[in-house]
């Protein structure tokens, strides 16, 4: 689906609960695309509301106490690029309708400004919440998320597609590569572990456990005691002493 769906310039959207790896797959799409801009990431949940607005359409010098200088926002940032909206369904009403009519019109002005600027970018937005319940509690508008959902896509959870556990585990090792003296590999039974396990923290979590067990382990193979996650495994390799004799 996103071989499919990348070369277009409409929006998508990705469903998915947190830490399942939506981000991945937004920056996939850019990757395959045809934009040779920049892939621009904004995460709505994680800037105060009264600030949004000005993180992602940028502001001019005195907009605001604070602002000393112009400064561009996110969508200038991703010009001929990808804005990846993330927690969209945490973005004030406000700005949700500043994001409508960049979609309708590619127009936006900068957060003290009266010039209306043109932007060519292409909108990814993600979510780990229900839209249309959202949309019938009013805290999202209709016609941004009809705007939005050209291109759904959803992002399962971990524990529901135990096959994946292995090769994004084999992905994760080569991402932290420069981490380790000898590069590991993971066991049969240190396998069936992860497999075993439910994956509350998603991929996220995996990378985590991921990274732990290469500190843990005592070989270049990584053990089933190396995987540190729900109740612990007991080990039974020989006591090390932390006290260093000169």
């Known amino acids: 689906m996103i071989a499919l769906i990348a070369p277009s310039d409409a929006p998508a959207i990705i469903y998915g609960p947190t830490g399942a790896g939506k981000e991945l797959v937004a920056e996939a799409l850019h990757e395959e695309s045809r934009r040779k801009g920049r892939f621009v990431t904004v995460n709505c949940a994680a800037i105060p509301k009264e600030l949004i607005e000005a993180e992602i359409f940028g502001f001019e010098k005195g907009a605001f106490t604070g602002a000393i200088k112009t400064t561009q926002g996110k969508f200038e940032q991703a010009q001929k690029g990808t804005i990846f909206l993330d927690e969209i369904g945490d973005m004030p009403l406000e700005t949700q309708v500043k994001v409508l009519r960049v979609l309708e019109s590619g127009e936006f002005m900068r957060v003290g400004d009266s010039v209306t600027k043109k932007t060519d970018v292409r909108v990814i937005a993600a979510t780990n919440k229900d839209l249309k319940k959202a949309i019938e ?49 993971i066991s049969e039974k240190a396998l069936e572990r992860l497999r075993d396990y439910s994956w509350p923290g998603n991929v996220r979590e995996l990378e985590n456990v991921i990274q732990r067990a290469n500190v843990l382990r ?22 090390q002493s932390l006290v260093s004799h000169a």
């Open 218 to 239: 005592n070989s270049r193979l990584i053990e089933p005691q190396d995987i540190m996650i729900d109740e612990p495994v007991l080990d039974d390799r020989p006591e």
């Open 137 to 185: 509690d009013r805290e999202f508008r209709e016609d941004l998320y009809f705007r939005l959902n050209v291109f759904p896509l959803t992002t399962h959870a971990l524990s529901e597609r135990p096959d994946d556990i292995l090769p994004i585990a084999a992905e994760l090792l080569v991402r932290h590569q420069n981490e380790f003296e000898d590069f590991p590999t």
